[in-house]
């Protein structure tokens, strides 16, 4: 038995969600994404400080979950946000952080926690 398989999918879900988007390259991805709020045809690491090799890398990895689409036109791939995916990612993220964030205890008063 793998040991992530004793958790809920949910618990999964997020855990895969929270991976893909670890890494700063893939952050820079989805913003430059959502800032030219267009499908972009060309070659994202223009934009990124890494070789194509590794955007590319990481465009399989955020397309693997679902975050993008990646669409074949002739000899250019057409990237997009999918905006309905990336709803439901932050919906389980908030339900999530909700019940956390709603608990009484807490412990850090006493360690100057912030």
Do not use: W
């Not at 090799?53 to 689409?69: A, F, N, P, W, Y």
């Amino acid at each position: 038995m793998i040991k992530k398989e004793v958790f809920d999918n949910e618990l999964q879900e997020l855990a895969v969600f929270a991976k893909a988007i670890s890494h700063p390259a893939r952050l820079a991805i989805l913003k430059y994404l959502a800032e030219t709020k267009t499908c972009i045809s060309g070659d994202i690491s223009d934009q990124l400080p890494l070789s194509r090799t590794t955007v590319s890398q990481h465009l399989k990895e955020l397309r693997d979950i679902g975050l993008i689409h990646g669409e074949i036109d002739g000899l250019k791939i057409n990237y997009c946000l999918c905006s309905k995916c990336i709803a439901e990612k932050l919906d389980l993220f908030d339900t999530f952080f909700g019940k956390i964030k709603s608990t009484e205890i807490n412990c850090c008063a006493e360690k100057n926690c912030q």
